[in-house]
């Protein structure tokens, strides 16, 4: 199950760019107080939940998983994450960033139908 160097280059930025969605979110739908907490809570907790909840053996991770899922879970929380991540430059004023983030999953996503599949096996 063989990604390309350029896909899995994209992939990760697309998880960068999610936290980073994520916090702007966090900063600008709050105030006060808040806007300092949600902006560094939301990035953090949707990295911890990257990192714990994963697919064994799954080969386009380090194979291990802290707390094992079935592959439609870990599916469904990257895709949560990353959509989540491209809705916060849209919902923090950054639309045309939001747009092209979440475009960019879809092509990568549509450039991963091998690993979908696998997951969803799983």
Do not use: C, H
């Not at 799954?58 to 990353?82: F, K, Q």
């Not at 939001?98 to 979908?116: E, H, K, N, Q, T």
């Amino acid at each position: 199950m063989g990604n390309a160097w350029w896909n899995l280059t994209l992939r990760f930025l697309l998880e960068l760019a999610a936290l980073l969605g994520l916090g702007l979110a966090g900063w600008g739908l709050s105030d006060g107080l808040w806007r300092w907490i949600l902006a560094v809570a939301l990035p953090l907790i949707a990295a911890a939940l990257w990192g714990t909840f994963a697919v064994l053996d799954d080969p386009s991770r380090s194979g291990r998983a802290p707390v094992p899922v079935p592959g439609a879970v870990r599916l469904a929380l990257e895709l949560t994450i990353l959509f989540g991540g491209a809705a916060g430059f849209y919902v923090a004023g950054y639309t045309t960033a939001g747009i092209i983030v979440a475009l960019l999953i879809v092509i990568s996503y549509a450039f991963s139908l091998d690993r979908l599949s696998w997951l969803l096996k799983q």
